[in-house]
């Protein structure tokens, strides 16, 4: 918690940001998300229709408002609350790890693999970023960073950054990246005690948006027709052109396919093997944004949907992060819910695969409809549990509807591939479900929901940050690897899923639960 004195006029988000205060804005800062809550605690700030909708009458009274919609008249004192971001458990592990090989020639003649020689790699997710520091000696993982994506605070997802960005945020999105990147690999060498002449090489992945901003490029193309990305190619760069500290080592930037299927898909694909899968096979990225590619005759076709933030719990009510205290795991028993958090903390919200968990059990026990409409005695929302301020943790019919329309955009993205390419759930032989979202997930719940089709259970490996596994096989996989990307590239086709008629069609129909 932090109380903070505001003299300026301006909007109060904006005003709290430029003076160093993190605060997290899901929607952008449009007033529906509700994540930059805050507590004026002197003075007074007039309330707005945002507030009204997110606040009852008594917490209104208490000062409570949203940051994005205040414009203080006078001085005010507000409190930001701890919102517990700063202790997110960011996956930077992936399965299954034997798919990491031990090269004896790494890329560069003079990098060999002997003792005291590293490398470093970087997955730049939209939510998180994860790095891991491999012992070229060992082949093996020496140490492992990760933090929260401190852009959040301009939204959560790629079209909030992309308009962010061309609003004239593009150098400060950039320092910011750059900045944790830093931070990040300063951890990494200090914790082993490495000096900067022991880092050879880095790789970074990510999608394509955050690897435009990653380089400043400018990211006016990125979001408007026909989306044309300044550049998708694998680029070289040396070390103290992007990121601060003393190392003197090139940093490798992986290739993309296409503005809205990027590096993190190519290093996912890379990871996986799915290139070579020899019958055909699916890998689904389920997070902020959804990503899809569907291996099959030696094509890999490839596609995204505008999941938005639902599986990362953005725009649910009692919403929130995978931070110690979220609701991961819920079950309804004796008319009352069990659930367990994060770390065993006190609850103090939910997060992706809890939502999911709590409307599979609102489905089987009858209190949510498959329409997703609320059962008679539950419009005020279902009580989940107790946060430690004595408030009620509540799901609501909003919540459903959010959930509802990210689950459509993955299940009729992964119908739509299969309808293209002519295939039937029971030709596939693997489903890799890539991304964090997959570390806490109930298969039992997400096929119940309709999420996963019900054939595939089976067939579902979770390969967790499967993007970043693929950076460090890279690092590892000798020089063999450039030609192994650059066939990824060459095999990927992009499939427009707006242009559509299956699409179109049945993501209406697959809003409603099975």
Not at 107 to 128: C, L, N, P, Q, Y
Not at 264 to 279: Q, R
Not at 343 to 349: A, E, L, S, Y
């Amino acid at each position: 918690m932090a109380l903070v004195t505001i003299s300026s006029h301006e909007n109060l988000r904006t005003t709290l940001q430029a003076s160093g205060y993190y605060l997290p804005a899901v929607c952008g800062g449009r007033g529906t998300c509700g994540k930059c809550a805050v507590r004026v605690v002197s003075g007074s700030v007039v309330t707005s229709d945002a507030d009204r909708a997110r606040f009852s009458p008594a917490e209104l009274e208490d000062g409570w408002r949203l940051a994005c919609a205040a414009f203080p008249a006078a001085e005010i004192t507000v409190e930001i609350p701890e919102n517990g971001e700063e202790n997110f458990c960011v996956v930077d592990s992936f399965e299954p790890a034997q798919s990491i090989p031990y090269a004896e020639n790494a890329h560069d003649e003079g990098m060999g693999v002997r003792s005291g020689a590293f490398g470093i790699a970087v997955d730049i997710g939209t939510t998180t970023i994860g790095c891991a520091l491999i012992d070229f000696a060992s082949g093996k993982i020496a140490a492992c960073y990760s933090t929260l994506n401190r852009q959040r605070e301009y939204g959560a997802d790629v079209i909030t950054r992309i308009q962010s960005a061309n609003a004239g945020n593009l150098l400060r999105l950039s320092r910011i990246v750059r900045g944790q990147i830093s931070e990040g690999i300063r951890s990494l060498c200090a914790g082993v005690a490495l000096d900067r002449e022991a880092v050879k090489k880095i790789a970074v992945a990510g999608n394509t948006t955050m690897l435009h901003i990653l380089l400043n490029l400018s990211c006016q193309t990125l979001g408007q027709v026909p989306f044309t990305p300044v550049s998708l190619d694998m680029t070289f760069v040396p070390y103290r052109e992007i990121f601060d500290g003393e190392l003197n080592c090139e940093v490798v930037i992986l290739p993309g396919i296409s503005t809205y299927v990027g590096a993190d898909i190519v290093s996912d694909i890379f990871f996986t093997e799915l290139y070579a899968s020899a019958a055909p096979a699916v890998l689904l990225d389920i997070g902020t944004n959804g990503e899809l590619a569907l291996a099959y005759e030696g094509k890999i076709l490839c596609t995204a949907t505008a999941a938005g933030p639902a599986f990362e719990a953005g725009n649910i009510l009692w919403g929130t992060g995978s931070v110690p205290g979220a609701i991961s795991r819920a079950r309804f028993r004796d008319g009352a819910f069990e659930i367990d958090t994060i770390d065993n903390r006190p609850p103090v919200g939910i997060c992706g695969s809890g939502v999911i968990d709590v409307v599979y059990q609102g489905l089987t026990n009858g209190f949510i409809l498959r329409s997703g409409r609320f059962a008679t005695g539950t419009a005020d929302g279902i009580v989940l549990a107790k946060a430690p301020d004595g408030r009620d943790i509540v799901f609501c019919q909003k919540d459903v509807r959010e959930l509802q329309l990210a689950k459509s955009a993955i299940r009729t993205g992964l119908d739509a591939l299969l309808n293209h390419a002519g295939l039937a759930y029971n030709d596939i032989q693997t489903v890799y479900i890539a991304g964090g979202f997959g570390f806490n997930l109930n298969m039992e719940s997400a096929a119940g929901i309709g999420l996963v089709p019900a054939p595939l259970v089976p067939k579902v490996s979770l390969v967790w940050n499967s993007a970043l596994g693929g950076a460090v096989k890279y690092l590892l996989g000798g020089p063999g690897c450039d030609e192994q990307l650059s066939r990824i590239i060459s095999q990927a086709a992009e499939f427009s899923l707006p242009e559509d008629k299956y699409f179109s069609t049945h993501f209406i129909d697959n809003i409603n639960f099975e």
